[in-house]
């Protein structure tokens, strides 16, 4: 499906009175998911920023129905909402379309706290959207790294750099054979907005996970989270692809790098600008590290080149 700008709604989930900081990819990604999901819709919130970006109570930037709940049970909340109303229609006491019920949830209520109650609700196929944006840390309570924190950088809790490669959930979102996983990034809203609507069109499970480039975290300027957005896909440290039931399809620019119909950009244009790898840019073994992290984005697009032919 090839989607246009003046395919968006005039549905805005975010509007005044957000105490998001500026450059905020999470409240950015929303307003995108809004245009597509339409004002028919009902939000789950774990603690993240997300929440944190509400503004002062009793008001709210957020004009779509949101319920705000405990860190671990984004799955299993979600999973009992869409039921209830399934319960509701059945009984006829709710007319017309059901609401579309979704999580937006980061990535420490997705990789880590949260993710035995996502995987559940994965299995039993639950009428629901996770969104997972992740911005590879956990931001709102100070930074401290997270499952989806990327190998070498720093966070307060691995001051030195992380020793260890971070998890690939939508991989393992995508080993649970549910109806639809995606991955997105800001960079490419049409893409976004596209697999949001095609979320929204299938019954059961689905899952998109947004890159969210997040500038007090990972130390650039708030100005440029899109082009961050942008440099991370092109330099394949982040790729772009669905799948439906297991079968995985890669998306463009993603899809070129791993035919090698068109070349990557070097890590270094991505990592060089973010402060939380500035010990790799200042070590004596810089070369060392960049060529570590060129060979496993090209590790990584070959496994992905070849998990879409199965």
Partial sequence: MSVKLKDFSETEFVVSGSAACAGCPSVMALRVVGKALGENAIMIMTPSCAVA????????????????????????????????????????????????????????????????????????????????????AYSNTG??????????????????????N????????????????????????????????KAKSIKGFKYIEVHAPCYPGWKFAASDTVQMSRLAVKSGAWMLWEGEYGKLTLNNPTALYAQ???????????????????????????DTYLAELEEEVKRGLIFMAGRAEL
Avoid at 72 to 90: I, N, P, R, T
Avoid at 169 to 195: F, G, Q
């Fill in 143 to 164: 930074v401290q790294r997270s499952g989806a924190t990327p190998l070498y950088a720093t966070t307060t809790t691995t001051p030195f750099g992380k020793e260890v």
């Fill in 53 to 136: 970006s509400i503004g002062l109570l009793p008001k709210s930037c957020y004009s779509v129905p949101t319920l705000n709940i405990c860190f671990a049970s984004a799955g299993a909340s979600a999973g009992g909402m869409s039921l209830a109303l399934d319960a509701l229609y059945e009984k006829g006491r709710l007319q017309g379309e059901k609401p579309t019920v979704f999580n937006w949830v980061g990535d420490g209520g997705t990789y880590d706290i949260g993710f035995q109650g996502i995987s559940a609700a994965a299995e039993r196929n639950d009428d629901f959207i996770h969104f997972c944006y992740n911005n590879e």
């Fill in 260 to 286: 090698g119909k068109a070349a990557t950009i070097p890590v270094e244009e991505y990592i060089g600008c973010q402060g939380r790898y500035a010990h790799l840019m200042k070590s004596p073994e810089k």
């Fill in 166 to 197: 971070r998890k690939n959930l939508p991989l393992l979102m995508l080993e649970h054979r549910i109806p639809y996983v995606a991955t997105a990034s800001l960079a490419y809203p049409m893409d976004l907005y596209r697999k949001v609507a």
